[in-house]
């Protein structure tokens, strides 16, 4: 077996493509022609899953958050879209131990490879999830609905103990501002019953990432909370007009002859109280469907 240094080329590209400052000292193996150039995609593909673990937990001081999430299906056509679901979760953690500042602002940044389609799709309006319950809003906007969720969070009220919130997220389709937008209903029932409803506004944008949803959370509506962990599945397929449609839908852009992708899922970014900025970029892989 020859072991071959990774060329400058190869380190910008995959620099380039993926945001990840890609070490120059990988070696991949040489091999016969025919099967050459197989082996040196899968190594490259082993090589960004590995960085992918190193790129999601990202720290500022003692503050830590742990991002993680991915498509399915994973097999997608080269060239046509295909409907996918998106998972994308987070975790905020202290190194004390003690309670992490407030979420002020939270982003999602979808490759442009992604596709969001609402045209068809009926829309909620917030003033009918206020205030309600995940089963009232659910009945007031079930045919908006285009993902579900959970939420780990605390709540500290001054010179009181800290105490442990927990319960659902619903996300419903949205027009706000005449844009486009997810509508995020956050209820728990547990200790006493709690409900807010978050805007995602969502907007195109250039670049790698081409759909950027974005939303505040200030402290008006999230005073005394903070938030642990939050998990958010995005799906939904419906019927317009005779015809099925995808909220979600994307496609494998491998290169030509190659079976397997490798990109860039999403970038996600928190923004404290405190002003603490974290984020990092998630990087997937697909396959090519035949």
């Known amino acids: 077996m020859v072991l071959v240094y990774l060329q400058k080329s190869h380190k910008s590209r995959l620099t380039e493509y993926t945001g990840i400052d890609v070490s120059p000292r990988v070696l991949i193996m040489r091999a016969p022609k025919r099967i050459g150039a197989t ?30 999430g991915g ?11 295909a409907p996918i679901s998106v ?5 905020v953690r202290t190194l004390s131990g003690e309670r992490p500042p407030a979420l002020r ?31 009232q809003a659910l009945e ?15 709540v500290a009220f001054p010179e009181q103990d800290a105490f442990p919130l927990q319960g659902q997220v619903l996300a419903f389709n949205a027009v706000v501002d005449g844009e486009r937008a997810i509508l ?21 944008s250039q670049g790698t990432f081409g759909t950027s949803l974005t939303a505040a959370l200030p402290a008006a509506l999230n005073r005394n909370g903070y938030l642990k962990r939050i998990v958010l599945d995005l799906s939904r397929d419906y019927v317009y007009r005779g015809r099925k449609h995808s909220y979600l839908s994307a496609s494998c852009g491998a290169p030509q002859g190659a079976s397997i992708g490798v990109f860039p899922f999403v970038r996600v970014g928190m923004t404290f109280s405190d002003g603490r900025k974290l984020a990092s970029t998630l990087i997937r892989t697909c396959t090519v469907r035949k």
């Open 39 to 68: 082996l040196v995609g899968l190594a490259l593909t082993l090589f960004l899953v590995a960085s992918l673990a190193n790129a999601e937990l990202v720290e500022r001081g003692n503050l830590f958050v742990k991002f993680a």
């Open 71 to 81: 498509i399915a299906p994973t097999k997608l056509p080269r060239l046509a879209n």
């Open 87 to 91: 998972r994308v979760d987070g975790t």
């Open 105 to 135: 602002f939270i982003s999602i940044a979808i490759n442009r490879g992604g596709r969001i389609e609402t045209k068809g799709l009926p829309t909620c309006q917030r003033s009918h999830i206020a205030a309600a319950s995940s089963a």
């Open 140 to 154: 007031a906007c079930r045919g908006a609905l285009v993902g579900r969720g959970r939420y780990l969070a605390g």
């Open 184 to 204: 995020a209903h956050v209820y728990g029932a547990n200790p006493f019953p709690n409900s807010r409803t978050f805007v995602f506004h969502i907007r195109k």
